[in-house]
């Protein structure tokens, strides 16, 4: 796994908990939290470190790893502007990672193992995604969406249909699209 996705799970740990919270899950972990944004890392790091948030925060695994990625869409705006200006709302921006992102991605973070989306607007104006990785860590994504939402200042819901880790072949999820919220 690339650096850069323990750069910023440093960040949101450090930014909701404080430094003193990162360094206990290091110190809980036994890993070094030298993470380079460019390096590749053991993917058992990462659930390691998920694993020892979930038992510090009280939290699922899978409830970790959502508000991680719910949390660092702040951090991604900031540093890569371009993906996110190019787009009025979160439905284009979801569509955009496969064809824009994705690529870009592996560009930038080269041997990089991005996971595989599938997208197909429904006639009621919801979108069914698909979610393969060996990783399994469609509750990244799911918290991606979600920051993605509050980014372009909308809301909505993510129905996880069909998820690996009930042993399913793939993670099958309907987004539903609210509008922009209310303030």
């Known amino acids: ?13 450090t930014r909701h908990q404080g ?33 020892a948030a979930a ?6 695994p899978f409830e970790v790893l959502r508000w991680f990625g719910r949390e660092a869409m702040p951090s991604l705006a900031n540093r890569y502007p371009a993906y996110f200006d190019a787009h009025s709302s979160t439905h ?8 824009i992102i994705h690529p870009e991605v592996r560009m930038i973070y080269p ?13 009621e ?11 399994r860590l469609c509750a990244l994504a799911h918290g991606f969406i979600e920051g993605a939402a509050v980014h372009f200042g909308e809301s909505l ?16 999820c309907r987004i539903t699209f609210h ?5």
């Open 55 to 60: 038992d510090t925060l009280a939290m699922a």
């Open 19 to 51: 430094e003193d919270a990162w360094d206990a899950l290091l110190d809980s972990t036994g890993l070094s939290g030298v993470y380079t944004a460019l390096g590749s890392y053991p993917d058992e790091h990462i659930y390691r470190l998920v694993a």
């Open 179 to 183: 509008g922009k919220r209310r303030g």
């Open 1 to 13: 796994m690339k650096g850069i996705v323990f750069n910023l799970f440093e960040e949101v740990v």
């Open 125 to 135: 104006g919801t979108l069914m995604m698909t979610y393969r990785s060996p990783r």
């Open 111 to 123: 041997g990089a193992d991005v996971p595989t989306f599938g997208f197909r607007d429904e006639p």
């Open 92 to 99: 284009p921006f979801i569509l955009s990672v496969n064809q």
């Open 157 to 172: 819901g993510v129905d996880h249909l069909t998820c690996m880790h009930r042993g399913d072949v793939e993670c099958r």
